[in-house]
């Protein structure tokens, strides 16, 4: 049931006069509704928080705006039909809509305004007319200046030194970011004083912090491998006004340190304890000599047709700007006249934007397909038909995700507007179903995987997951992850080999690495000896990576770097890992529920347990060198509750890997044959230990049934005895 036809129905049962029984029916049914309806509104505020924690705090957004926006709206609706159920610690409680908790609010001195907005010449006209009826006599002259695509900051100076960073909220009060606002380079925490523009006692700097796009561009490539490593599905920032938000606003300082922000200074709002500047050109002039940069495109015109031009101008070279700009701002010059005219509303009526339509054009929807990633996200992506767009040529847009799809209601065939704001992916903005011409072929997500066709889970919601994690395209993804430069470390075993590898049917997992042979790999196309015994060598010296890339190179689902050592040296072992609880795990610094659970998910597999007894089989590092061995837990270990003894020399193996790999599969390597001994291995010249078995009547056996046992559960050494 809609909203709306809950509030008609209310509405109803109020009017009709009803009896008794009937009210208490109807009571009774509008409590039911309301429990529905608070259900509903606590449901839209968790995704809500998780989203903005994700978008905010993580820096990856798991929603497009327009999908995070229609919650928004949801839950407002809710919340004005049923005041009741508003709680203080709802999104929609906080100053205007903005999101985060983790900053405390400020109140800025003086209130931060914004501006008004043209879009033609006849509106600047008139917005000049107005200010000239207002001042009759008055001759106009302007600074004009490109209006930056970031967020507006307010710092704080007092006799000199940077107090405060407060974002701009809604005007009146802001968030204090200074920690964040501090390791921005082009921010100067000391203003430079000099003859001629001496430093007041308590000033506040009005400017832009925004990101230049080849930074964007290189933060969200980064943001792209350090998800792909870490397991997670890719959620990249959509443009650099976002990019430099989200870098902004984060809770940790060393992440915004990390973050390439840049600051153009281009307003005074407070000033005490020296003159004001008596004109916008001035106010550019001291904020040059206090240090901050100020654009190099701004202009003193005299006319508007100047100003007017100016406005052209920026339009035309918008995208030979190494930012985003989407408009120009007109600012009348002088200070006495900015004065006389005035702020209506939180726009000063002394200064308007002059916004560019946005670069938009159509082409046409070729196709969407789907890209199955590592953990097996399933992501829908646009193939356009390519077109020319501010300067680029566009053949790809991201759909997010499934949903969005269904939200645009986009058909294979389809016209498409698609816009760019000097993103690097453009983004689809509609359909035009208008020029449909009944071609179009509607687009179902997929159920199953395009590549395996094993059943799609939706997990949370809107991503969707193969569910397979035998998928060739995950294992593919995997055994890429597995050997890349932070895990394994594995050089020449690029992803074309590990293609053929895995088309070979020689790599089904990443443990098969260490089993493979120089006869295998010469009969792969493309494989010389010299190269085969590179390879070889580069997966042997692999086994000395230490336990936290192993952990890591494993590709757990949000088992990142990072965390991966966190989790290493916290458990030490594997071994230890995988017998925590999730809260053990959670409990270690820098470690959330997330990983802990994700983590804890990984190790109850059977599987899972299975490639680890194999690793350590392998001899790869499963534990720091203080750690205790790593085996399978004992219950389920093939060796488990068994107990072995080798003796004389073994053909295939040397003592060391024989007795590695029977404790990988749960046994005991006994000191001494007893009666309560499980297995005697013997190799060649066994001697006494060999009698005393026969003695004993302990089960005896060659090393080729150890070799048996040992292959059965994929637990025999890659690399084998030396001869
Ligand atoms: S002046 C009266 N100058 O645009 C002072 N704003 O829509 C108002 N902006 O919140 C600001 N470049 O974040 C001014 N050269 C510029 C600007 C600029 C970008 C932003 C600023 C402001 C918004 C108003």
Same mark, same amino acid.
């Given at each position: 049931? /809609? $909203?709306?036809?809950?509030? /008609?129905?209310?509405?109803?049962?109020?009017? !009709?006069?009803?009896?008794?029984?009937?009210?208490?029916?109807?009571?009774?049914?509008?409590?039911?509704?309301?429990?529905?309806?608070?259900?509903?509104?606590?449901?839209?505020?968790?995704?809500?928080? &998780?989203?903005? $924690?994700?978008?905010?705090?993580?820096?990856?957004?798991?929603?497009?705006?327009?999908?995070?926006?229609?919650?928004?709206?949801?839950?407002?609706?809710?919340?004005?039909?049923?005041?009741?159920?508003?709680?203080?610690?709802?999104?929609?409680?906080?100053?205007?809509?903005?999101?985060?908790?983790?900053?405390?609010?400020?109140?800025?001195?003086?209130?931060?305004?914004?501006?008004?907005?043209?879009?033609?010449?006849?509106?600047? *006209?008139?917005?000049?007319?107005?200010?000239?009826?207002?001042?009759?006599?008055?001759?106009?002259?302007?600074?004009?200046?490109?209006?930056?695509?970031?967020?507006?900051?307010?710092?704080?100076?007092?006799?000199?030194?940077?107090?405060?960073?407060?974002?701009?909220?809604?005007?009146?009060?802001?968030?204090?970011?200074?920690?964040?606002?501090?390791?921005?380079?082009?921010?100067? $925490?000391?203003?430079?004083?000099?003859?001629?523009?001496?430093?007041?006692?308590?000033?506040?700097?009005?400017?832009?912090?925004?990101?230049?796009?080849?930074?964007?561009?290189?933060? !969200?490539?980064?943001?792209? &491998?350090?998800?792909?490593?870490?397991?997670?599905?890719?959620?990249?920032?959509?443009?650099?006004?976002?990019?430099?938000?989200?870098?902004?606003?984060?809770? #940790?300082?060393?992440?915004?340190?990390?973050?390439?922000?840049?600051?153009?200074?281009?307003?005074?709002?407070?000033?005490?304890?020296?003159?004001? %500047?008596?004109?916008?050109?001035?106010?550019?002039?001291?904020?040059?000599?206090?240090?901050?940069?100020?654009?190099?495109?701004?202009?003193?015109?005299?006319?508007?047709?100047?100003?007017?031009?100016?406005?052209?101008?920026?339009?035309?070279?918008?995208?030979?700007?190494?930012?985003?700009?989407?408009?120009?701002? @007109?600012?009348?010059?002088?200070?006495?006249?900015?004065?006389?005219?005035?702020?209506?509303?939180?726009?000063?009526?002394?200064?308007?934007?002059?916004?560019?339509?946005?670069? &938009?054009? !159509?082409?046409?929807?070729?196709?969407?397909?789907?890209?199955?990633?590592?953990?097996?996200?399933?992501?829908?992506?646009?193939?356009?038909?390519?077109?020319?767009?501010?300067?680029?040529?566009?053949? !790809?847009?991201?759909?997010?995700?499934?949903?969005?799809?269904?939200?645009?209601?986009? *058909?294979?065939?389809?016209?498409?507007?698609?816009?760019?704001?000097?993103?690097?992916?453009?983004?689809?903005?509609?359909?035009?179903?208008?020029?449909?011409?009944?071609?179009?072929? %509607?687009?179902?997500?997929?159920?199953?995987?395009?590549?395996?066709?094993? %059943?799609?889970?939706?997990?949370?919601?809107?991503?969707?997951?193969?569910?397979?994690?035998?998928?060739?395209?995950?294992?593919? &993804?995997?055994? *890429?992850?597995?050997?890349?430069?932070?895990?394994?470390?594995?050089?020449?075993?690029?992803?074309?080999?590990?293609?053929?590898?895995?088309?070979?049917?020689?790599?089904? #997992?990443?443990?098969?690495?260490y089993?493979?042979?120089?006869?295998?790999?010469?009969?792969?196309?493309?494989?010389?000896?010299?190269?085969?015994?590179?390879?070889?060598?580069? @997966?042997?010296?692999?086994k000395?990576?230490?336990?936290?890339?192993?952990?890591?190179?494993?590709?757990?689902?949000?088992?990142?770097?990072?965390?991966?050592?966190?989790?290493?040296?916290?458990?030490?072992?594997m071994e230890?890992?995988?017998?925590?609880?999730?809260?053990?795990?959670?409990?270690?610094?820098?470690?959330?529920?997330?990983?802990?659970?994700?983590?804890?998910?990984?190790?109850?597999?059977?599987?899972?347990?299975?490639?680890i007894a194999r690793l350590v089989a392998a001899g790869l590092q499963l534990s720091?060198?203080?750690?205790p061995a790593t085996t399978v837990?004992?219950?389920?270990a093939?060796f488990?509750?068994?107990?072995f003894?080798l003796?004389?020399?073994l053909?295939e193996l040397t003592r060391g890997q024989a007795e590695q790999a029977i404790v990988a599969l749960g046994g005991k390597i006994? %000191?001494?044959?007893?009666?309560?001994?499980?297995?005697?291995i013997?190799?060649?010249?066994?001697?006494?230990?060999?009698?005393?078995?026969?003695?004993?009547?302990?089960?005896?056996?060659?090393?080729?049934?150890l070799?048996?046992?040992l *292959?059965?559960h994929?637990a025999m050494p890659a690399e084998r005895k030396?001869?």
């Open positions: 049931m /809609s $909203h709306a036809d809950k509030e /008609s129905q209310m509405n109803a049962d109020g009017q !009709n006069g009803v009896g008794a029984t009937q009210t208490t029916t109807a009571t009774t049914a509008v409590a039911a509704d309301m429990a529905e309806v608070n259900t509903r509104i606590e449901e839209l505020r968790q995704q809500i928080r &998780e989203a903005e $924690h994700a978008y905010f705090v993580l820096d990856n957004p798991l929603l497009s705006d327009a999908q995070f926006d229609a919650l928004v709206r949801e839950l407002r609706s809710l919340e004005e039909a049923y005041p009741e159920l508003i709680t203080p610690d709802s999104p929609t409680q906080r100053v205007s809509g903005e999101a985060s908790s983790i900053f405390s609010k400020f109140r800025h001195p003086t209130p931060m305004l914004s501006l008004a907005n043209v879009r033609t010449p006849d509106e600047l *006209r008139a917005w000049q007319q107005r200010a000239q009826r207002q001042l009759p006599h008055a001759t106009f002259d302007y600074v004009c200046e490109p209006k930056i695509d970031g967020l507006s900051m307010n710092l704080i100076y007092e006799h000199g030194r940077l107090i405060y960073g407060i974002t701009r909220g809604d005007g009146a009060i802001g968030e204090d970011v200074t920690p964040n606002v501090r390791t921005i380079k082009d921010i100067p $925490h000391q203003l430079h004083a000099s003859e001629q523009y001496p430093v007041p006692d308590r000033i506040e700097i009005r400017g832009e912090i925004y990101m230049l796009r080849e930074n964007f561009e290189a933060l !969200n490539a980064r943001l792209e &491998e350090e998800a792909t490593k870490a397991g997670t599905t890719p959620r990249l920032f959509a443009n650099a006004r976002n990019s430099a938000a989200g870098s902004l606003r984060q809770k #940790d300082p060393q992440v915004t340190a990390s973050r390439p922000l840049s600051f153009l200074a281009y307003q005074i709002g407070l000033i005490e304890g020296a003159a004001e %500047p008596e004109s916008q050109e001035d106010v550019l002039r001291h904020l040059q000599a206090w240090g901050f940069p100020v654009s190099p495109l701004a202009r003193h015109v005299q006319t508007l047709e100047e100003a007017q031009a100016y406005c052209d101008e920026r339009q035309a070279q918008r995208f030979d700007v190494p930012y985003d700009i989407d408009g120009a701002v @007109i600012k009348i010059n002088a200070r006495w006249q900015q004065q006389e005219l005035g702020v209506v509303a939180r726009d000063p009526r002394w200064a308007i934007a002059y916004k560019f339509a946005p670069v &938009e054009t !159509n082409t046409k929807l070729l196709d969407i397909v789907i890209t199955v990633g590592r953990t097996g996200a399933l992501i829908p992506n646009a193939r356009l038909q390519p077109v020319q767009l501010g300067g680029i040529t566009v053949s !790809n847009a991201t759909l997010f995700n499934f949903d969005e799809v269904a939200r645009k209601d986009l *058909r294979i065939g389809d016209t498409v507007v698609v816009q760019r704001h000097g993103d690097v992916i453009p983004g689809i903005v509609k359909a035009i179903p208008e020029l449909r011409d009944g071609t179009e072929q %509607p687009w179902t997500p997929p159920t199953e995987c395009p590549v395996c066709h094993a %059943p799609v889970l939706r997990e949370d919601g809107v991503v969707a997951y193969c569910t397979n994690a035998q998928c060739p395209a995950q294992r593919l &993804e995997r055994v *890429r992850h597995f050997v890349s430069k932070g895990a394994m470390d594995i050089r020449g075993l690029g992803s074309e080999i590990v293609a053929r590898l895995i088309d070979a049917g020689l790599v089904h #997992d990443v443990a098969d690495i089993s493979l042979t120089e006869e295998q790999l010469l009969a792969l196309p493309g494989f010389q000896k010299k190269s085969a015994s590179n390879l070889l060598t580069s @997966i042997a010296n692999s000395r990576r230490p336990f936290p890339a192993v952990l890591f190179a494993l590709g757990i689902r949000y088992v990142g770097e990072k965390a991966a050592e966190i989790i290493a040296e916290g458990f030490r072992s230890a890992v995988l017998a925590a609880t999730p809260d053990q795990i959670a409990a270690l610094q820098g470690i959330g529920p997330t990983v802990a659970e994700s983590l804890h998910q990984w190790g109850e597999q059977q599987t899972n347990r299975d490639l720091l060198p203080d750690g837990s004992p219950e389920n093939p488990a509750g068994q107990t003894l003796t004389g020399s053909a006994a %000191p001494s044959v007893t009666k309560s001994l499980s297995h005697l013997v190799g060649e010249a066994a001697g006494s230990k060999l009698e005393k078995a026969e003695k004993l009547n302990v089960p005896i056996h060659d090393e080729a049934w070799v048996e046992r *292959r059965e994929n030396r001869l």
